[in-house]
């Protein structure tokens, strides 16, 4: 099975702020790597898909990189909406999701 | 609009069993593989089960494989289900979730429902 590591597990930044989170997959997954947003209550909502392809209707602040093993998720100057959870999934084996990483007001 | 609407979750004794429906609306439904994700308190979401368009291929995560039997319905537009042998670690939310790219189950999930709990306890 592939794993899907994320880091940090818990990130605490102001408004404005540039913010970057870390998936770290156990094998080599191409670019087969998306990211999801989820708040409380709610399902998770996709992002990012393809390691770099933004989904329709998800803001510029947006972006990721990386291919192989390492991705990242930026977020270019964090808005009020943005505090929430973030999921890495690979989808290059069957599917496997990170551990998390919590975005929370500084 | 895309709309996903789960159903058939609740409260179950170990070693029972439970069936999950999905109602789909608002995409060509035939056209995109579906999967089951599953989020247990507190943590992150686990894919459970996947299946193509033609609903000719289906495919399992180890936790679930002989007990879940994944189906769908593409005249009525339903997914479903079907959870035997429940343990304690299934319970869990319960999403259905279609699949971004087409028919075969090789993509992300551009679309969730709403989510349908399933507890397992005695």
């Known amino acids: 099975d592939i794993q899907m590591t994320q880091s940090p597990s818990t990130l605490s930044a102001s408004v404005g702020d540039r913010v970057t989170i870390t998936c770290r997959a156990s094998?080599?997954?191409?670019?087969?790597l998306a990211w999801y947003q989820q708040k409380p209550g709610k399902a998770p909502k996709l992002l990012i898909y393809?390691?770099?392809s933004l989904e329709s209707g998800v803001p510029s602040r947006f972006s990721g990189s990386g291919s192989g093993t390492e991705f990242t998720l930026t977020i270019s100057s964090l808005q009020p909406d943005d505090f929430a959870t973030y999921y890495c999934?690979?989808?290059?084996?069957?599917?496997?999701f990170g551990g998390g990483t919590k975005v929370e007001i500084k | 609009e895309v709309q996903l609407l789960e159903s058939g979750g609740g409260l179950v004794q170990p070693g029972g069993s439970l069936r999950l429906s999905c109602a789909a609306s608002?995409?060509?439904?035939?056209?995109?593989?579906m999967s089951w994700v599953r989020q247990a308190p507190g943590k992150g979401p686990e894919w459970v089960s996947a299946?193509?368009?033609?609903?000719?291929?289906?495919y399992y995560a180890d936790s679930v494989k002989g007990r879940f039997t994944i189906a769908r319905d593409n005249s009525e537009n339903t997914l479903s289900l079907q959870l035997n042998s429940l343990r304690a670690e299934d319970t869990a939310v319960y999403y259905c979730?279609?699949?971004?790219?087409?028919?075969?189950?090789?993509?992300?999930?551009?679309?969730w429902g709403q989510g349908t709990l399933v507890t397992v306890s005695s």
């Open positions: 979730a279609k699949d971004l790219n087409g028919g075969n189950p090789k993509g992300p999930f551009d679309y």
């Open positions: 608002g995409f060509t439904f035939i056209s995109y593989a």
């Open positions: 299946i193509s368009g033609s609903g000719g291929s289906t």
């Open positions: 094998q080599s997954i191409s670019s087969w």
């Open positions: 393809k390691a770099s």
């Open positions: 999934q690979q989808y290059d084996r069957y599917s496997t």
